[in-house]
């Protein structure tokens, strides 16, 4: 888009909200219809004791345009409070169960790794399941490479298992 095609789009953007603007606040400044007296009323009372409709009514219908306008921006703040606040919840509630649910998985592959890492330590001294006076350092390997091997495991297992609970949960 060019400048000058911008610019008239713009300008006509800007008196378009100039005239509304003008429109409201004629709207807003016009007497009450409903508000003035009947002109037989009017009559009939002395002329001293009338006072100009103008005076204290506008005074007073800017008082209540003020309150109510005041009224308006105070429900207006509270709703903006409440759609933001269900914002977050529709919005990072489930972002934050799924990253969950991937940090989860995540150290459940860690786990896994090091369980098969464990697993094949002990695969490789499976001869040294007796222990016999000569073979002794070699059956503690064994049994540490067997006791991480299945615990490594488990907590593998246990993250998988946490994070199917988790993405089901609502």
Known sequence: MDSVRFGRALGIGARAAAKTLVSAVDAATSPNPSAAKPAAAATSAPQAS?????GGSNAQRTAEQVT???AQAKQASQNFGKSS???GQSVWSPFVRLSGVLWLEFTGVFFGIFAMYAASGAWKLRGEIRETATNHDAHIHFLMAAVMAGLFTYFCVSSFMRARRRSRRR
Request: net charge positive.
């Open 50 to 54: 009338v006072t100009p409709p103008t």
């Open 68 to 70: 109510r306008a005041a």
């Open 85 to 87: 606040r269900q914002l």
